[in-house]
């Protein structure tokens, strides 16, 4: 949820590549601990190093910036909750709250609340951002999901020779079933293909992105 919430702030005029904010890695938003796991660092979070690191203080901090029902109105623009028709079976659609009930944006922003998402609604998303990569906007999005592969949350799924922009993270099933997911595309700078692992009860980091790599690996040896 990191890229699209800060491509919000962006798109709106209320954030720029360049805007930092110093992580204290600990966050208490409604009651709840949403801490930081990446290590503490003394180099300020700018939106780049907010998405490659996975920052939840940075990300909220800049998510205050949002007025009511702006986030969830970008998100359902963006397609977060309407049907991708690329099943022939009947398919589910996703829910966004344009104004999640007693939950600020900053909680909607970490796609903690306010928000359910399906798979095939993530890699659409993905796509969507894959094919945006010219939009000069969309620069500092696309540093931060770089940044992730290359030194950030989603190493295991780098590739040797082609570059791959890419995330991990953390949700829960409507059932509340935790899961890891990775979602990104390579060639970062000329997609060519766009995938998204969604693994129950598992990390995003430790699980999702090795093997987001290794299905990378396979179709550009395959000569696709």
Known sequence: MKPLSLLALIEANKLTATDEYLCPGRLILNGRSLNCSHPYTSTPMN???TIAYSCNCAAVHFAQRFGPGELGTFLVRFGLSSVTGLLPDPEAAGRVQLEPAGSPSQLQALGEEGIEITPLELLRAYTRLANQITNPRLGPILD???GAVDYGTAQASRLEHIRVAGKTGSARTA???P???????????APKVVVTILLPGRSGGADAAPIAGRLLREYFASGA
Not at 179 to 189: E, I, K, L, T
């Open 144 to 146: 931060g999901l770089e």
């Open 179 to 189: 899961v890891a997911w990775f979602a990104g595309f390579a060639p970062s700078r």
């Open 47 to 49: 939106v780049s190093r």
């Open 175 to 177: 059932f509340g079933v």
